[in-house]
């Protein structure tokens, strides 16, 4: 079962015969949606001056919650991913700083627990179908030619369908299970975007002959529904467990022709609407199959999008809301995301909840949705966000600390409202003067200073003090 690598025909056959114990009746079905590069203000439910209209993620919350301090472990994908499926800040693995490139070995350790291995325990079927960036294989670099693994089938999932990093990453081909669905049989040059109605670029590299850059949205779309379609067809019983992680709005932007010209914020408004979209399809398929009733939807993003400081100048559009920084930065435009989840039933429609998450906690969350056990090599730094999501009063919020960390491996902590950066600058894409002789670090109010202007590096330095020994005690040092 679990190293089953079709969907279509094969996979209804395995679903039909399989003999994994099966959930209990009231587990719901669970479908997570991880956008790349999506930002905090993208979504017109997120900031109503959004200029561009996002209607599938607007309903979700109306039919839904939003979160507004939920977080990603890092400013960049792959440690994001990471602690996502794992319940594990990246940075305590082998992976410091940066991302994984193409031809990276596998980051998830195969002992380690996972959601999707936690909820196949519990029944589930358990499926990834989009952009992996986590590695494959034990050599550096992957040989495509040989089975991929260990990869996603040895961590939990019974099917995967992907490509291997973002689209502006060689090589350029899919992965279906643990096989390459066609050779690297050709090379492709440096992206011209101009050309493709499209912006920023791809890198040059090995592709296979059916990899067309702009078609893979649709691809991730098409290979969900199948997923989906194939579950009822088989009148399976267990629920499922669908993680979704799109290959947009991250460069390169290449919105279909439909698309283009749609917003007032250029190519990449554009392809954050066609995302808008294909989220929207994956929605009314759930209607369509008569399971969102019985369906836990979230959607959020991976970190905040990359918007430069030229884009807010030249498109008036705010991507990471009126947060400082963007994707790879430490500041919160970096790390603070979209988090909109809807359980018919169960979650209270257009409630909105400002409690501290991260992305991590959907492991703790999802054990408790699904009464599955977690285990001893899961979870680290996962907390149990449910009480939350179900709109629950609490005398505490379930997490009061998070660490933060950029592209460049600059570390910060927040506890309470206070947010205290180990250094200077970004950290990330963002650059920014620091004059000589000044602060060491960075320490922000964020509930009289949300937009993180006014440093109190100086003038608070028990503060400082404090929450340096609150970080270095989760670093264990």
């Given at each position: 079962m679990k190293s089953l690598p079709c969907f279509g025909s094969l996979l209804l056959l395995s679903l039909i015969g399989c003999t994994q114990e099966v959930a209990p009746a009231k587990a719901p079905n669970i479908l997570l949606v991880l956008a790349d590069d999506l930002g905090y203000g993208d979504p017109g439910c997120y900031n109503s001056a959004s200029h561009i209209a996002t209607p599938a993620i607007d309903r979700l919350a109306a039919e839904g919650m939003r979160l507004t301090d939920m977080h990603t472990p890092s400013a960049v994908c792959t440690p994001?991913?990471?602690?996502?499926?794992?319940?594990?800040?990246?940075?305590?693995?082998?992976?410091?700083?940066?991302?994984?490139?193409?031809?990276?070995?596998?980051?998830?350790?195969?002992?380690?627990?996972?959601?999707?291995?936690?909820?196949?325990?519990?029944?589930?079927?358990?499926?990834?179908?989009?952009?992996?960036?986590?590695?494959?294989?034990?050599?550096?670099?992957?040989?495509?030619?040989?089975?991929?693994?260990?990869?996603?089938?040895?961590?939990?999932?019974?099917?995967?369908?992907?490509?291997?990093?973002?689209?502006?990453?060689?090589?350029?081909?899919?992965?279906?299970?643990?096989?390459?669905?066609?050779?690297?049989?050709?090379?492709?040059?440096?992206?011209?975007?101009?050309?493709?109605?499209?912006?920023?670029?791809?890198?040059?590299?090995?592709?296979?002959?059916?990899?067309?850059?702009?078609?893979?949205?649709?691809?991730?779309?098409?290979?969900?529904?199948?997923?989906?379609?194939?579950?009822?067809?088989?009148?399976?019983?267990?629920?499922?467990?669908?993680?979704?992680?799109?290959?947009?709005?991250?460069?390169?932007?290449?919105?279909?022709?439909?698309?283009?010209?749609?917003?007032?914020?250029?190519?990449?408004?554009?392809?954050?609407?066609?995302?808008?979209?294909?989220?929207?399809?994956?929605?009314?398929?759930?209607?369509?199959?008569?399971?969102?009733?019985?369906?836990?939807?979230?959607?959020?993003?991976d970190n905040g999008a990359h918007w430069k400081k030229s884009d807010i100048e030249r498109y008036a559009h705010l991507a990471n809301g009126e947060w400082r920084g963007q994707k790879a930065d430490i500041h919160e435009g970096g790390h603070r995301v979209p988090f909109v989840v809807r359980w018919p039933g169960k979650i209270p429609q257009g409630s909105t909840r400002s409690e501290l998450f991260v992305l991590t906690d959907m492991y703790a969350t999802l054990a408790k949705v699904s009464g599955a056990t977690p285990q001893v090599n899961g979870g680290e730094d996962s907390v149990n966000a449910l009480p939350v999501l179900l709109n629950e009063q609490l005398d505490a919020p379930p997490r009061d600390t998070a660490v933060h960390h950029s592209l460049n491996g600059l570390f910060a902590i927040r506890h309470g409202n206070w947010k205290y950066i180990e250094g200077v600058g970004s950290g990330g894409f963002t650059q920014i003067k620091s004059p000589g002789g000044g602060p060491g670090g960075q320490l922000y109010d964020l509930a009289k200073d949300p937009g993180e202007k006014n440093n109190l590096w100086a003038s608070e330095p028990e503060r400082v003090a404090d929450l340096q020994a609150r970080l270095n005690a989760l670093r264990g040092q």
């Open positions: 994001t991913r990471y602690g996502l499926l794992t319940g594990r800040y990246a940075w305590r693995s082998s992976l410091k700083s940066g991302v994984l490139g193409g031809n990276s070995p596998a980051l998830i350790e195969p002992e380690r627990d996972t959601i999707a291995s936690m909820l196949g325990r519990a029944g589930y079927r358990t499926a990834c179908v989009g952009k992996w960036h986590l590695g494959f294989g034990a050599v550096d670099p992957v040989d495509y030619s040989a089975p991929l693994r260990p990869g996603p089938l040895d961590i939990g999932f019974d099917r995967f369908f992907g490509i291997p990093a973002s689209l502006d990453i060689p090589p350029y081909l899919y992965i279906e299970g643990d096989q390459s669905v066609q050779p690297l049989s050709t090379e492709i040059a440096g992206s011209q975007l101009a050309r493709h109605g499209g912006g920023g670029f791809w890198r040059k590299g090995e592709i296979s002959e059916d990899f067309v850059h702009e078609e893979v949205l649709d691809r991730i779309l098409t290979e969900s529904q199948d997923f989906l379609r194939a579950h009822v067809a088989a009148e399976d019983i267990a629920p499922f467990f669908l993680y979704v992680p799109l290959t947009a709005p991250h460069t390169p932007w290449l919105p279909k022709e439909g698309f283009r010209g749609s917003t007032q914020a250029g190519v990449y408004g554009d392809f954050v609407a066609q995302v808008d979209d294909t989220f929207g399809q994956l929605l009314a398929t759930l209607e369509e199959l008569e399971l969102d009733e019985d369906t836990l939807v979230i959607f959020t993003s």
